[in-house]
C-alpha cells in the first residue's frame, strides 16, 4: 500500500506535469503549504470515485485543522471524510465487494480492509471530538456502522 501512495503522489497530471515530484523540488515547503497545496486538489478529490488515498488527505486535513484550531474547517473536512467513509463502506467489519464499491485497481489488496478501518476510527474520534466541543451533531451517525465486539473467552 505504501508503494501504491508514493506512485500516486508522483505520477503525472493530465496537463504532463507531475503532482508531487517538480513542486516539492521547486521550493521548501512548510507544513501550512503542504496544507494549502492538499487543499488545492479538494475539487479533484471531491469530483473523482473515492479512493484511499482521497479518505486519507481529508482525515488529515480534518486532523490538523482541529490541531490548529479551526474548528470550523476541521468540520468540514470531516464531513467530506464521512461521506467517502460510506462511499468506500469503511464502517463496515466485513470484506467490501470490491467490483461494486468504487475500488481502483491499486485498492484492490487484502492490507486496504484493515487501513480504511483504521482511517475511519481516526474520523470518528476527530468527528465526536468536534461534536462534543461544538455542540452541534456528529456527522457519523452511532447508528449507521458496525462495531466490532471482540469476546474474550474463559
Known amino acids: 500500500m505504501f508503494q501504491d501512495t508514493i506512485v500516486t503522489a508522483y505520477s503525472t497530471l493530465d496537463d504532463g506535469r507531475l503532482l508531487g515530484k517538480s513542486s516539492a523540488q521547486a521550493l ?3 507544513s501550512i503549504q503542504y496544507m494549502t497545496a492538499a487543499q488545492s486538489l479538494l475539487p479533484r478529490i471531491l469530483l473523482e470515485t473515492a479512493s ?3 479518505l486519507q488527505s481529508l ?13 470550523q474547517a476541521a468540520m468540514y473536512f470531516t464531513s467530506l471524510a464521512a461521506r467517502l467513509i460510506f462511499g468506500l463502506r469503511a464502517y463496515v467489519f ?6 461494486t464499491a468504487g475500488w ?5 489488496t ?3 480492509q484493515p487501513h480504511l ?4 476510527w481516526l474520523c470518528f474520534a476527530i468527528d465526536k471530538e468536534l461534536s462534543l466541543q461544538t455542540g452541534e451533531p456528529p456527522s457519523i451517525n452511532d447508528d449507521v456502522f458496525a462495531i466490532e465486539h471482540n469476546h474474550v473467552q474463559s
Open 117 to 120: 478501518r483504521s482511517l475511519f
Open 94 to 99: 466485513s470484506e467490501p465487494d470490491l467490483s
Open 28 to 30: 521548501p515547503l512548510d
Open 110 to 112: 487484502s492490507s486496504v
Open 59 to 71: 482525515c488529515m486535513l480534518a486532523f490538523i485543522e482541529q490541531k490548529l484550531g479551526d474548528v
Open 104 to 108: 481502483s485497481a491499486s485498492t484492490r
Open 52 to 54: 484511499v488515498e482521497g
